[in-house]
Each structure stands twice: as C-alpha cells, then as structure tokens.
C-alpha cells in the first residue's frame, strides 16, 4: 500500500485521495515530536509554516478538548492551506447531516501583554475585518489574566461578522507546573456557554467510539481517522454545500 500525504485534510492511497481528520491524541503527539525535533524556543517562535501550524495547533486541541467535554462528541481537527479559516472542527454523526462542521479563524493574547487594553487591540484587530459571517472566532487567551479578562472582552462585543466568538484557556495546578483544565467560553451570541474539560478524564483524548462510517488508517505519522470511500462523496456534498452558503450569505 503506497500512501502519501497530500495537505492536511487529504492523503492519497494507492492513487485514490482520501479525506483523513485528526484526533485529540494525534495533533498532542504531533505537537510533542515537533517540540522534540527543534526544542521550546524555536518551537514558539519560528515563522515556517509548519512549526506554525503546530504552534496554533496547542489552542486548537485545547478548544477541541473543552467542546468534547461540552457536547459528548468526539471532534477532530482539520487545519487547510487555505489563509482562511486557520481550523475547522469536525463531528461525524450517523444522523442528517452526516458532518457537522465549524471554520474558526484563531487569535491569541500572548503571555507578554500586561494591560486590557493592549489585549483588546488584540481581539479587535479580528473583529474589525470582514469575514464570512458563518465562521467563527476563537479567542486564545495564553495569559495569565485570561480568567479575568474574559467577561470584559464580552462586553466590549456589540457587533461582529462572525457567527461565534470563543475563548480558550487553560488552567494548571501545582505551582503551574500541570496542565489541568482547558476552559472554552462562547462569549458571543448571548447567552453565554461554558465548556471544561480536566485533562485526567478517561478516554478524553480519544475517540470513544469509531463512527460506522470511518476507519482507522494506521501511518508512521500516526493513527488518523478516515472516512470510508463509500462515504467520502457524501463528505465532500456536504463540505461544498457549507461552503457554498458561505458565498451566498
């Protein structure tokens, strides 16, 4: 069997391009071999576009965490080459529709920035661009007052193009040396949702169940979750006709 990889949502087995997601456990292992290959500074701080993604992925898994926690689906990451959306997250059901899925563009409030205001600058410089108006935005908020900054950014919200707009933070424990909690917050539209997922919760990192329509394809790269080939152009209707109401609204 020849597989290669093609782009983030794609491989190509024996010829035939397939969709393929990535779970919770895979995108922590992919983040922990890059953090092994070239070591924290560089992890945070290189432009290539690879170690980026990587980089962005940490907010994305803490937020994919935090909505299994809050919806009991399992989700899984798909990060395209297109500039926008920077995600989307994915459910597959055995119901009408049989995909479910959210483009989200990502911002963070880095630990660097000490005032509210400064963090609002943040957020804004998003909000005050003109994106589709179905995507979504997540907030990830990497600061230390993050807890305390989240209903102020709330209510500095009065109108927006996106959809949805979240936060993302993650909470620790022991002198923050542990990783404990990740904390979503959906601070528009009201009413406000909030998602917790303790990281130590069995089974969290994986999926907990393989939908009937989906298989594992086992990689060197990992264990990556991929929908039947009989399924895939009812995957792909569905992907084009999210998009095509994107252009329409």
């Known amino acids: 069997m020849t597989i290669r990889f093609i782009d983030s949502q794609t491989c190509e087995i024996?010829?035939?391009?397939?969709?393929?997601?990535?779970?919770?456990?895979?995108?922590f292992r992919k983040i922990q071999k890059t953090l092994n290959e070239i070591g924290a500074d560089k992890f945070y701080s290189s432009p290539e576009n690879d170690v980026k993604r990587d980089r962005e992925s940490l907010a994305e898994l803490f937020f994919l965490l935090a909505?299994?926690?809050?919806?009991?689906?399992?989700?899984?990451?798909?990060?395209?080459?297109?500039?926008?959306?920077?995600?989307?997250?994915?459910?597959?059901?055995?119901?009408?529709?049989p995909v479910l899925l959210h483009g989200f563009e990502l911002t963070e409030v880095p630990p660097r920035v000490e005032k509210f205001e400064d963090a609002m600058s943040i957020v804004n410089s998003k909000l005050q661009r003109r994106y589709q108006p179905k995507h979504n935005l997540l907030i990830y908020l990497n600061n230390a007052k993050g807890r305390e900054w989240t209903p102020l950014i709330a209510e500095q919200i009065t109108n927006t193009s996106f959809k949805e707009i979240w936060t993302v933070q993650v909470l620790t424990i022991n002198n923050n040396t542990e990783l404990k909690f990740s904390v979503a917050n959906r601070i528009w539209p009201q009413p406000a949702i909030q998602w917790?997922?303790?990281?130590?919760?069995p089974g969290l990192f994986r999926p907990k169940e393989i939908p009937k329509n989906s298989e594992i394809l086992k990689t060197d790269a990992g264990d990556f979750l991929q929908l039947k080939r009989e399924f895939v152009k009812d995957f792909l209707k569905n992907v084009r006709r999210y998009l095509l109401s994107l252009r329409k609204s």
Do not use: C, H
């Open 196 to 201: 917790v997922a303790d990281f130590d919760t």
């Open 14 to 27: 024996d010829g035939s391009k397939l969709v393929y997601l990535r779970d919770a456990l895979t995108v």
């Open 67 to 97: 909505s299994k926690a809050g919806t009991g689906m399992d989700w899984y990451l798909l990060q395209p080459n297109d500039d926008f959306p920077d995600f989307y997250l994915m459910a597959i059901t055995e119901s009408d529709p």
